[in-house]
């Protein structure tokens, strides 16, 4: 399996409204860090719900999950799938298992554990680096990327029931098949304040 997975990032990072993150790469000296600052009025950010380099010798692929109003910040799990459609029943999961200081890496589908990329609260908006810069060209037409997301409504549940409850409510849908424009939604946001904070660059 191709190593397709890139989750660090470094630099200044700019929290505008609901969680939304951006990476700047300089100093910002006329923000104050890690001060909230109140905008006179609501701004708005829109972007695409997925972003990449296609040339396929080194790919990359960012993908912003959407939840359902009546979904958030509920305790759930977003689970993040690839699969060959020359091999439809070998399903790799991006995430970490159970295993404490696990990172997240391409696992074969676990039933009794699945590997899931993100669990908790789950936000109305979560940006997922799915694709680092790697050489995907053998996997294309062929590889394709999966994203859903599912719910633990009862004290006690598992992973393993948040990825049946996501199967159950049929919440999981392809958003790329590699050699392809991957299909998107605009995504706006309204945020009322804004807070700098990272590490500026050495002078």
């Not at 404490?100 to 908006?125: C, T």
Request: glycine share 8%; aromatic share 12%; with cysteine.
């Amino acid at each position: 399996m191709h190593n397709l997975a890139s989750v660090s990032s470094r630099g200044l990072c700019i929290a505008i409204g609901l969680g939304l993150t951006g990476i700047a790469y300089a100093d910002l000296p006329y923000f104050p860090s890690g001060k909230a600052i109140q905008f006179s009025q609501p701004m708005q950010y829109c972007f695409s719900s997925s972003e990449g380099y296609a040339e396929l010798t080194r790919a990359t692929y960012t993908y912003y999950l959407t939840t359902a109003q009546a979904d958030h910040y509920k305790d759930g799990d977003i689970f993040v799938g690839f699969r060959l459609r020359s091999q439809p029943t070998t399903v790799w999961l991006l995430g970490k298992s159970d295993i404490p200081n696990d990172v997240h890496s391409w696992r074969v589908y676990d039933a009794v554990s699945p590997a899931r990329y993100l669990s908790g609260s789950l936000q109305p908006v979560t940006r997922m680096a799915i694709l680092g810069p790697t050489d995907i060209s053998s996997l294309a037409l062929d590889g394709e990327v999966w994203v859903g997301y599912g719910l633990r409504p009862q004290p006690g549940a598992t992973v393993r029931d948040s990825f049946q409850e996501m199967l159950n409510s049929n919440r999981y849908s392809v958003v790329w098949v590699v050699g392809t424009e991957s299909g998107w939604n605009h995504i706006c946001l309204k945020a009322t304040e804004m807070t700098v904070t990272g590490v500026a660059v050495p002078n």
